[in-house]
């Protein structure tokens, strides 16, 4: 499947189709949007800050007139918010054909949410769980559905801390995103195998943006931010070149449920879109079992979908 030189403007045409975009405001988010934008589809901004979406569109709309664009507030750590944007959309779409799992945190202080989960693990997973839980109605009615999650290369050194998921006995800023980066991926691979085993249309896929300079490393503390956010960023990838192994799984014909979009460069950390590998970890069945039925249990949020044998 490699596609060497795959770009943005390879995408089909859009028309017609509605996707919804998580963290649609800067970074990969925003990219993807702008490419989405340029070929016709229709995107519902999910955005923390409505203020930043509404000054997003505008600056959008004015380089596209034509642009479909509309900006709806969700916060990913709070699944109050969640429930209620998806609620909000079901009232509102008859279907949905693409959402895009984008919006992340990266290695904040320790911090809890509303609903007493750690940052990371709540804004990059659970809530990304919850949602894709509650759209499924609207995403099985779409055209040629897609579930997109965003991981990171950093899934590969992730751990699932079962025993201490809040980070209450040994909080670290990057292992516990690593940890919400392997979560990613075990979601995205264990909702592909219950897809497959339902029969359903929809798909899952997943993809990483190798090393991409956003604001996620910058609004990191401590290390991370000084060698990801300022050291080395001179040696990462635009954010547009970064999106565009998300935009191939959302919008490229023929794609395999299940597949891992990243770069085709050394080390996966810059270039063009090409099927990678996922961790053996986040392939583990019994791993994705497990995460799985945590999630419903954290989240309240329970697919109609049969488990996989």
Request: glycine share 10%.
């Amino acid at each position: 499947m490699k596609q060497q030189s795959w770009t943005a403007e390879q995408i089909p045409d859009q028309t017609g189709r509605v996707f919804v975009v998580t963290g649609a405001t800067s970074g990969l988010g925003l990219a993807a949007t702008r490419a989405l934008a340029r070929r016709n589809g229709q995107v519902i901004l999910a955005v923390r800050d409505e203020e930043k979406g509404h000054r997003t569109v505008a600056d959008l709309t004015a380089q596209h007139p034509a642009a479909r664009l509309e900006v709806r507030r969700l916060d990913l750590a709070d699944l109050d918010s969640v429930r209620t944007f998806a609620a909000r959309l079901h009232g509102d779409l008859p279907r949905l054909d693409v959402l895009v799992n984008n919006a992340g945190v990266m290695a904040p202080p320790r911090t809890l949410t509303a609903q007493g989960h750690e940052l990371q693990f709540a804004a990059n997973h659970l809530g990304h769980f919850a949602l894709t839980g509650l759209l499924l109605e609207l995403l099985a009615a779409g055209h040629d559905p897609r579930v997109v999650t965003v991981s990171s290369l950093n899934h590969r050194q992730g751990r699932i801390v079962f025993d201490d998921l809040t980070g209450a006995r040994g909080y670290k800023p990057m292992a516990y995103y690593n940890q919400s980066k392997l979560a990613n991926a075990v979601f995205g691979w264990e909702l592909h195998r219950r897809l497959t085993s339902a029969g359903s249309p929809l798909r899952s896929l997943l993809s990483h943006p190798g090393y991409t300079a956003t604001n996620l490393q910058m609004r990191a503390i401590g290390l991370p931010r000084l060698l990801f956010g300022i050291i080395a960023r001179p040696l990462a990838q635009t954010p547009d070149q970064g999106a565009l192994p998300l935009l191939y799984a959302s919008t490229a014909p023929g794609i395999e449920g299940g597949a891992f979009i990243g770069p085709d460069g050394k080390g996966e950390l810059r270039g063009f879109p090409t099927r990678v590998a996922l961790s053996a970890g986040a392939t583990d069945t019994e791993t994705g079992r497990r995460l799985w039925e945590l999630s419903e249990q954290l989240t309240g949020v329970r697919y109609a979908l049969p488990a996989t044998a």
